[in-house]
């Protein structure tokens, strides 16, 4: 299985930062990741895909990149609604498996 | 819009079949894919398996001898089958649809217990 390891686990950060959380994947997945943001007793929601596409109705202030294996996810100018849990997932080659998740807490 | 709604019986008993049906909204089963995912109480999400927009089917390697997922398409709905359920399969059980889990459920909280 494609281990996709997250970090941080946990962060925290004040309105107007910028953030970035990465997923290192253990072998090659090429574009197949995404995403998701999920805030407490609710559903994930998709934010990126294919590493670096906006989803829909996504702000943009959130962008994607890639490097090799590692993947990261940028939050420029937190906003106190980007608090929640955040996670990346691979589809590259089943079992499709998500990161550990981030923690995001706004100061 | 798109809707996804789980439905399904919140207590299972240890050694029982859970089945749950997702129910979709604008949204054709034979254009999209729809995932199962589930969440353990406090902890991480797992991709459980998903039906293919041609009706094939993947599962997670380590639940698919336990697994069944199908569908009616004339109901627009997906159906999730697992047997032999023990206490580590308490969850909330989700349904997400689309290539990218574009679309979710609001999820349905599993226990198994006796």
């Known amino acids: 299985d494609i281990q996709m390891t997250q970090s941080p686990a946990s962060l925290s950060a004040s309105p107007e930062e910028i953030v970035t959380i990465t997923c290192q994947a253990s072998q090659d997945i090429g574009n197949w990741l995404a995403w998701y943001q999920q805030k407490p007793g609710k559903s994930p929601q998709l934010l990126i895909y294919s590493a670096t596409s906006l989803a829909d109705g996504i702000p943009s202030r959130f962008s994607g990149s890639r490097s090799g294996t590692q993947y990261s996810l940028k939050i420029s100018r937190l906003q106190v609604e980007d608090t929640g849990i955040y996670y990346c997932l691979q589809r590259y080659s089943n079992p499709w498996t998500f990161g550990g998740g981030t923690k995001l807490e706004l100061k | 819009q798109v809707q996804l709604k789980e439905s399904g019986p919140g207590l299972v008993q240890p050694s029982q079949t859970l089945s749950l049906t997702c129910t979709v909204s604008?949204?054709?089963?034979?254009?999209?894919?729809v995932h199962w995912v589930r969440q353990p109480p406090g902890k991480g999400l797992e991709w459980v398996g998903a039906i293919w927009s041609g009706g094939s089917t993947d599962y997670n390697s380590a639940l698919k001898s336990r697994l069944s997922i199908s569908r009616d398409t004339s109901k627009s709905q997906v159906f999730l089958k697992m047997n032999s359920l023990q206490t580590e399969d308490t969850a909330i059980y989700f349904c997400a649809g689309g290539y990218y889990f574009d679309y979710w459920g609001q999820g349905v909280m599993v226990t198994v217990s006796s």
């Open positions: 604008g949204f054709s089963l034979t254009s999209n894919s």
